[in-house]
């Protein structure tokens, strides 16, 4: 047996000096607060020393030693981290589990299809094959074992939309074709500098482009023509407009013109050209642009991705593309099947493949995934399904005596599921290795070997041992916040709760698997729309319900004034009281001033935006810094006290306080940099002091704290009011936006959205926002949901936390099962009725949740 994993005097971040031992070869939870210290402990010291271990064991140095005096018996460590998945729309759930190259192979041995001479069906297994080598390529042929025709086989990769061979001609196997969309692009109505070009109004730099668009225009002796609606362009005005310089319309107009090649000198790209180089080049990354494009099933292969020969080839009497929508559940049954109905050539041609399949879908199966189809793009997966599937992957490598670290596996996952992942954690330790989770479920701790609750409190208040044991144990420790909760009875609402001001309804919602739905909304309530996962309830909220909303810009600032601004809302002057599409009907909108979706994408992937400048607290710092006597004695601005801009941050790092190292195939690693020794800013800048706080000293500085250092400004006392409410006043103000779990990030948008509401009635559309808060920090953010509420506004959530379904209004349960078996509504009412009256998954979850003392 393993040595225990021993830790003395750890201090890395809010940590206390504390001493802790960490049993080896056992499922471990650690619990507490948001804030508390458990990524901390579990990532930032643990996870990083193994690795840094690991690496030098290798002869390679530059990760930072954690600040600890002692850790001692660890181990290789792998981290399953709540990071989005491959962001690229190539990237499915079938090629990330490997499940699609398997199925490939199956293809490649049995498939069946038509022999082009005498159209006979031709099984491969039946078939006399040979290779030729023609221009440095082996390829592969069969004959007719009807005619004898020799005819190119269909290998493996003539199965893969990602090969030359495979891929339809038409969407070089992407499954759709994309347009501009000029209508969301131009307002044709407007002139360029009345914001005829919406995408330059978004990212701010509408006058550098009008000011090109003008050069441009002179290079090639057309009129310019300033203040003028779009709509009055003549048609070589236009041209240059949409495709810029260098395109075929441009080369027609003026075929003997050179094309310029600064933009000072008229290089233009043109708005329809810039808008598909940035969508070619950013993929899935670039999903806030997808509002300024058409897209359609590619008219060759009808959005199956394959060639004609590959798409139409069939085993068992299905075809590839038909199997990849299947949901995995129903795949594993159609590959028993196979296994069960052919012949003995077959399986020798095929056995090795069909049993990968089955272990692997299996695996998949085990993490609560059963509804997903391979087809399945990964960048349209949550938080919590793409670890669930990193998880798969982990039970698949079969190694023993690793460290693996989880942090919050359950995200998503609905409650009945939740055994399964158990399971799934503790086959991972009884192959030998550690698991150490970071979990607030309940069920979790209930069959961890051991707990460690953290805290007593979040940021500075937090950094202790305050519990250690099994739950039972910590329901005994009165210094545990964790187990003093669980003695709490839980309550459902008062009966007859109801704040209803009026509704609005969706109808005939046909979008993925929603069967024609048809649910109508309370306005002025808390509702909570539930069901097991892949029941459908994105599909319904943000899908259809916000399906008008108009998208954020992806454009990343150097200024920090406006470096953050992600502007979330949709305003409703342009919604008419019936909103109509192939989706269904979407009706009694025009009652709400805006509507807010806040879903739990990234903020961004800049290292330079961060909690203070996305708030726009650092606004208000900067201010207050340049307005002391100190700094206007040695020429100081606010600006000067920006670490995005020349001046006064330190010019070697570019004001982060950190140079990136290159890790070769290795995460790369941050040391401090040498010159400013991670302060960011230079000397006079360092020297000015606020209440002898330094601007560096600000940044590391909880926004619990700021208001007692800067308490005359009433914005810095707003924001850190309601980051409290929110339970994230534990964030230091310089905490870069790309190191927040997902619940955190939309928790933050939540703050932006209630800092710059315009008008008392907003819909506000939230993705499971609970993600990540321990049961207290629950509680708190029922109280702040329930204000906005009762200020008028409506509040939708897509959740599976028990603790806010009993706390809500009104409950939508959607299923009755995942996938092409969900779609429906199982219940609408109240929770108490749904306790009383329903039978469904979730009625019988959150009843065994409310027996719980």
């Known amino acids: 047996m393993s040595k225990d994993i021993i830790i003395k005097g750890a201090r890395e971040g809010n940590l206390q000096n504390i001493d802790l031992v960490i049993p080896r070869d056992k499922l471990v939870v650690l619990t507490g607060l948001s804030g508390s210290g458990k990524t901390t402990l579990a990532i930032d010291l643990l996870?990083?020393?193994?690795?840094?271990?690991?690496?030098?064991?290798?002869?390679?140095?530059?990760?930072?030693k954690p600040d600890v005096d002692v850790i001692q018996n660890i181990a290789p460590a792998v981290m399953i981290s709540q990071t989005t998945a491959n962001r690229?729309?190539?990237?499915?759930?079938?090629?990330?589990?490997?499940?699609?190259?398997?199925l490939r192979m199956v293809f490649e041995k049995l498939h069946v299809r038509n022999c082009p001479a005498c159209g006979a069906s031709v099984s491969a297994a039946e078939c006399k094959e040979e290779v030729e080598k023609s221009d440095d390529e082996f390829i592969g042929y069969m004959y007719c074992s009807h005619c004898s025709h020799r005819m190119v086989k269909l290998t493996s990769g003539w199965f893969s939309f990602n090969t030359r061979n495979g891929a339809c001609p038409e969407c070089q196997g992407i499954g759709q074709t994309l347009t501009v969309n000029p209508q969301t692009v131009v307002n044709q109505s407007?002139?360029?500098?009345?914001?005829?070009?919406?995408?330059?109004?978004?990212?701010?730099n509408a006058q550098y482009m009008i000011t090109s668009y003008y050069a441009a225009l002179e290079h090639y002796r057309i009129p310019v023509a300033p203040n003028r609606p779009?709509?009055?362009?003549?048609?070589?005005?236009?041209?240059?407009?949409?495709?810029?310089?260098?395109?075929?319309?441009?080369?027609?107009?003026?075929?003997?013109?050179?094309?310029?090649?600064?933009?000072?000198?008229?290089?233009?790209?043109?708005?329809?050209?810039?808008?598909?180089?940035?969508?070619s080049e950013r993929g899935g990354e670039a999903k806030h642009l997808e509002r300024y494009f058409i897209y359609a099933n590619c008219p060759v292969c009808q959005g199956e991705r394959l060639t004609a020969d590959s798409r139409a080839a069939t085993v068992a009497g299905r075809r590839l593309p038909e199997l990849s929508e299947l949901a995995l559940d129903d795949l594993l049954v159609w590959v028993d099947n196979v296994e069960k109905t052919i012949s003995q050539r077959e399986s020798a041609l095929s056995i090795d493949y069909l049993n990968d399949l089955k272990t692997k879908i299996s695996r998949v199966i085990n993490v609560g995934l059963e509804y997903l189809a391979l087809d399945r793009q990964t960048l349209t997966l949550s938080g919590g399904e793409s670890q669930r599937l990193k998880l798969a992957a982990v039970l698949d490598s079969q190694l023993s005596g690793i460290i693996y670290i989880f942090d919050e596996p359950t995200i998503s996952l609905h409650p009945k599921d939740t055994h399964t992942l158990v399971e799934s954690l503790k086959q991972l330790r009884d192959d030998g290795n550690s698991?150490?989770?970071?979990?607030?479920?309940?069920?979790?701790?209930?069959?961890?070997?051991?707990i460690i609750d953290i805290g007593p409190g979040s940021g500075k208040h937090g950094g202790q041992i305050i519990g250690q044991g099994s739950l039972a144990d910590l329901m005994k420790q009165p210094s545990s916040i964790t187990g003093q909760y669980l003695l709490q009875e839980q309550q459902l609402p008062v009966a007859g709760k109801c704040r209803a001001s009026g509704s609005f309804k969706v109808s005939g919602a046909n979008l993925h698997n929603l069967k024609n739905l048809t649910v109508e909304f309370s306005s002025g309530l808390l509702t909570a729309v539930t069901g097991v996962s892949g029941s459908g309830k994105t599909s319904l909220v943000f899908d259809v319900l916000g399906t008008r909303y108009a998208d954020d810009s992806d454009t990343e600032f150097d200024d920090e004034d406006k470096e953050d601004e992600q502007d979330q809302k949709q305003s409703t002057d342009s919604l008419t009281t019936e909103t109509t599409s192939s989706l269904g009907t979407v009706s009694g909108l025009s009652q709400f001033d805006s509507i807010v979706r806040i879903k739990q994408t990234p903020l961004t992937r800049m290292k330079r935006s961060n909690v203070a400048t996305y708030t726009d607290v650092w606004i208000e710092v900067r201010k207050s810094f340049a307005s002391l006597p100190a700094a206007k004695e040695i020429g100081l601005t606010a600006r000067h006290f920006s670490f995005n801009t020349t001046g006064g941050r330190c010019e070697n790092c570019g004001g982060l306080g950190v140079i990136e190292s290159h890790m070769l195939f290795f995460p790369s690693a941050e040391v401090v940099c040498p010159v400013c020794d991670g302060l960011r800013f230079n000397q006079d800048v360092l020297s000015v002091s606020y209440q002898g706080h330094s601007i560096n000293a600000i940044l590391k500085m909880p926004f619990e704290e700021l208001p007692s250092i800067i308490a005359e400004n009433s914005r810095i006392k707003r924001v850190c009011d309601l980051l409290s409410d929110v339970g994230l006043d534990y964030l230091e103000l310089g905490q870069t936006l790309n190191t927040l779990s997902g619940g955190e990030a939309q928790r933050l948008k939540l703050v932006k959205e209630l800092l710059t509401a315009k008008g008392s009635k907003t819909l506000y559309l939230m993705d499971e926002p609970t993600t990540g808060l321990h049961p207290i920090d629950v509680e708190r953010f029922i109280r702040l949901l329930n204000q906005i509420v009762d200020a008028g506004s409506t509040v939708i959530v897509i959740e599976h936390n028990l603790q806010l379904l009993a706390?809500?209004?009104?409950?939508?349960?959607?299923?009755?099962?995942?996938?092409?078996?969900?779609?429906?509504?199982?219940?609408?009412?109240?929770?108490?009725?749904?306790?009383?009256?329903?039978?469904?998954?979730?009625a019988n979850e959150l009843r065994?949740?409310?027996?719980?003392?």
């Not at 065994?848 to 003392?853: G, I, K, N």
């Open 190 to 204: 407007l002139s360029l500098e009345a914001g005829a070009v919406s995408l330059w109004e978004i990212t701010r």
């Open 435 to 450: 698991v150490i989770v970071i979990e607030h479920d309940i069920d979790v701790m209930l069959q961890a070997d051991q």
């Open 807 to 842: 706390a809500a209004d009104w409950v939508i349960d959607l299923g009755p099962e995942g996938g092409l078996r969900g779609g429906e509504t199982v219940f609408t009412g109240t929770p108490q009725a749904m306790v009383e009256n329903s039978s469904s998954y979730t």
């Open 230 to 279: 779009v709509v009055e362009f003549t048609d070589s005005q236009k041209a240059m407009l949409f495709y810029g310089v260098n395109s075929d319309q441009m080369h027609q107009l003026f075929p003997n013109a050179s094309v310029p090649k600064t933009v000072v000198g008229g290089k233009f790209e043109g708005i329809y050209t810039a808008l598909m180089r940035r969508i």
């Open 88 to 102: 690229n729309p190539r990237s499915t759930v079938g090629t990330v589990t490997g499940i699609y190259t398997d």
């Open 47 to 64: 996870f990083q020393e193994c690795q840094r271990r690991y690496l030098e064991a290798l002869g390679l140095v530059g990760i930072k």
């Open 848 to 853: 065994r949740f409310l027996s719980r003392v």
